[in-house]
Every structure is written in C-alpha cells, then in structure tokens.
C-alpha cells in the first residue's frame, strides 16, 4: 500500500553501469575524479551545478567553521555509544548526528527561513532596519528564541561569526540577507535589552543564501561537518577510549531521588 503522493519515478543524481557511474550527468572516473575537490563534488551532488569560485571558498569556510566544536553533546553521545559498541562505527556516527537539532548544531535552517521571509518584505518595499525590529519584537513577544543568536560559551561574540562575516565582506559576497543578519543583530539587542552574541549559525545561513544556495540547504552543512568531526572523535576513542569515562562522570554527577509518592 503507498502512503502519501509519489514523486516522478526518477532521479537525476546519480546511475551505476557495469562501466561507468553518471553523477549529474557527469563521468564519475572521467570527468570528476581528479577534477574537483571534495566540496565542489558535494555542491555538485546538493545543487546539479558545479560551483563558483566563491561558493567553492565560502563552503570551505563554513564546513570548517561548524565541523569541530569540542566534547559537545554530539560528540559525546558518539563516543559513548563507541565504547558499548566497538563494533559500530557507523553506529556511533549515527549517534552523534541523531541529536544535531534546534538546540545543538541545526538552528542553520531555522536561520535561513527567516532571513529568507524577511528578505522577501524588503523586495516587497520594507526597509531592512524595520523589518527586522519587527521581527525580533514579535519573536520576543511571543516567548519565543530568536534562531542564531545566543551562545552559551560564546560571549559577547562568538568569534566564528565575525570570522566568516569578516571573509564575506573582503571577498565582496555580503549582500542582502548577511546585511539582514547585522540588523537582526541590532534589532534583537535592542528587543531583549541586553546583546545576545550572533552564534555561528546565522552567518553559515546568511552567507549561503547570498551565494545562491536555498535555504534548504542550510542545514547540510552542520551534518556534513560534523560527520567530520565525529569520525575524528571516535578515532581517537579508539586509541584513548574515555566513553565510559565520561559515562561514569555523568552516573556520578546526578543524585538519585526516589519519588515516595509514587503509587500511594
């Protein structure tokens, strides 16, 4: 039984032969293997076109930017799920990017939707400046927490940020939406009445969207990075295994409380 409506019966990324593999209408071995680099090969796979020199610089940038960010819960959780079970990898892997989420690592794409909302107010004749004072007013209004911006570490910059808008601006790729990003950041101080550090986040989300990318895309990046970071992580648990270290740690630091309500 199909569930849910079904697409066209095709895909256009990729067909292996007996002699050959296609990938985007391209000769896997002829016309991409000692061509391109790993991420000109990843824009080519997520997008069908070869990248700009820009796009190819800035999605370096972003990929290094986000891929290492030390014993963070992700990483953690792949390196204890390593150490009950060396014998997946692909496992422990997995465990570290099932929690790349709103909270940790996948605020990206939360970022580039609302950049991409308020750019369209600005082509529709608002002024950058109003648009996000009336956003952040709204978010903060409502309870709510404004996508790329906060860091717990990270005060009062998160030095990733200013790096990555420090490149946009001399490589002249900053446009609409980075400049959205710094009134945001203007206009969230000034709503919570306290800076709150742009997070590196809202930069990866503003800077691709001004190089073309959509804003679907946003959030391929943290996984492609961190997945990077991960297999460095669990290649050090296996020659320094502190999985169960850190395991012990935890059992250690939380208190036990029986709940004697329970069931009276």
């Known amino acids: 039984m199909q569930i849910g409506k079904a697409g066209d019966p095709v895909t256009a990324i990729c067909a292996a032969y007996p002699d050959r593999v296609n990938v985007r209408g391209r000769d896997l071995c002829a016309d991409l293997m000692g061509r ?25 940038v972003l990929l290094v930017s986000i891929a290492e960010h030390g014993l963070t819960p992700t990483n953690v959780a792949a390196r204890m799920t390593y150490a009950a079970a060396p014998d997946s990898l692909q496992g422990a892997v997995a465990a570290g990017i099932l929690g790349c989420g709103t909270v940790v690592l996948g605020t990206s794409e939360l ?29 903060h209004t409502s ?15 998160d030095p990733r940020a200013v790096r990555i808008l420090e490149l946009a601006d001399e490589r002249g790729v900053s446009d609409a939406h980075v400049l959205l990003a710094r009134e945001l950041e203007l206009a969230v101080a ?21 190089l073309g990318f959509p804003a679907s895309a946003a959030k391929a990046i943290p996984l492609l990075a961190r997945t990077a970071g991960l297999l460095a992580h669990l290649a050090e648990e296996q020659q320094n ?24």
């Open 36 to 60: 391109l680099s790993f991420t000109e090969y990843f824009h080519l796979l997520l997008t069908g076109e070869e990248a700009t020199e820009e796009q190819r610089y800035f999605l370096d």
């Open 111 to 139: 970022c580039a939707i609302l950049l991409e909302e308020a750019q369209a107010k600005v082509e529709a004749g608002a002024e950058p400046a109003d648009v996000a004072r009336e956003t952040a007013i709204a978010v």
């Open 143 to 157: 309870g709510g927490k404004m996508p790329g911006f906060g860091h717990p570490l990270h005060r009062p910059v």
């Open 190 to 210: 000034d709503a919570w009445g306290r800076s709150l550090a742009m997070n590196v986040q809202m930069p990866i989300a503003a800077v691709l969207l001004d």
């Open 241 to 264: 295994s502190i999985g169960f270290l850190m395991a012990a740690e935890a059992e250690a630091a939380i208190g036990y409380e029986p709940d004697l309500s329970a069931g009276a």
